[in-house]
């Protein structure tokens, strides 16, 4: 029993030290591992189930749009990084370099891929020739390693798993139509997948993606307050295409540069899985991507007939969930306890008693709610059940963020709120740059995007007076 006890003891409380209980969720609910290597994480089975669920839900959605899946090389030559000179800037301080080739020093420096945009574009100057060649809709599923001082399981790593979509289009407005389509790819898969409500919108120039001309994001909000980056798509026009001389012939028989994008989501989304549902007793997923959906625990398994017939459900609703029997020998408190810890959406308990009245006790995991079900009723209520997880889940974000949203019209309010109001901040802004470089240095907060969803909070910029142009949400981020 000592050694099963460390799976279910109490963890941090998340009021105490928010930071302290997100590492202890990660690594008693079995998600992921230190590895001997700083800043990298071994991603152990639990959390690969999670994560291939979370891939295969993504994958679906962008092959339904005609995307097809590459895979491009994880090295890229020092001369090819250097042909697009504000992408390369962008990511010169994380990068990662192979200089020797077993015992010989290499003629050229290698990066290991903080991401592919240039070998994507080395690739297309060689298959793209004509506008019948466009678009090209490719993404592919890898690693990047980005050599980060400061790292945090699933948030922050030197190395993570990611996907990465690349498109060429003939036409500016086909690209820049293609950049918000994967948005709101992402948006939708966030809210209808993982019961993560989203503020859509565009990044200050300030704070885009190195190399492009416009950047789109999803901003979550964690249960601290803070928000976080859960999902990018950016336009890039043609400027990768002039720097690697892409040219297509077009309808017209005229030489044309074609119009880039990419896009990605990574591992960190189980990160904000874990801060946005997460509770004290350690994990809350979502059900379309939970590697259990429902766990089934027989009660006094030793009297006769108890295990057969959890294993008989069990072998019934593989059709309407995924399932799993924990028929092992530790008591039912450390399995009420541990299946809680690892954020299962929905308990079955069946016992004797139970068997006799042919009913069961499902308990959600989201609001420890118990329902007494027929078992011939299961097929049918179980699908339901999981719904109602996802929607309590949803709603419960949604207030929780629209709880935790200001307003503010002057520097001093933004500042006083961002002092003592965890949460987001809703305030105009002028456009400048030095206004945007003031509130950080000021309140400590970056403008997380400006929302499709305009208001006009006031007519004049939070921080210097003159006429606003954009209202921007503020905050603290992860």
Known sequence: MADNKKMVEAITSMEDDFAQWYTDVVKKAELAS?????GCMIVRPYGTALWENIRNDLDSR?????HENIMMPMFIPESLLQREKDHVEGFAPEVAWVTHGGDEKLQERLCVRPTSETVFCEHYADIIHSYRDLPKLYNQWCSVVRWEKTTRPFLRTMEFYWQEG???HETAEEALEETERMLNVYA?????????????GRKTDKEKFAGAE????????????????SGTSHYFGDGFARAFDIQFTDRNNQLQYPHQTSWG????IIGAIIMTHGDDNGLVLPPAVAPVQLVILPIAQHKPGVLDKARELADRLQAVARVKVDDSDNSAGWKFAEYEMKGVPLRLEIGPRDIENNQCVIVRRDNR????????ELETKIPELLKAVHDGLYEKALARRESMTYS????????DTADNKPGLIKAMWCGDLECEMKLKEVAGVTSRCMPFEQEEIADTCVCCGKPAKKMVVWGKAY
């Open 188 to 200: 939708d898969f966030c809210e209808e997948s993982l019961a993560i409500p989203v503020v859509k």
């Open 369 to 376: 709610e118990k329902t007494v079900v027929s078992l011939d």
């Open 408 to 415: 503010a019209t002057t520097m001093d309010e933004l500042k």
């Open 166 to 168: 690349h498109t060429m």
């Open 62 to 66: 962008f092959k339904a749009l005609g």
């Open 214 to 229: 416009a950047t789109y994001t999803i901003e979550a909000m964690m249960h601290d307050g803070k928000a976080l980056q």
């Open 34 to 38: 230190y590895s001997g290597v700083r």
């Open 265 to 268: 989501m990574s591992t960190r």
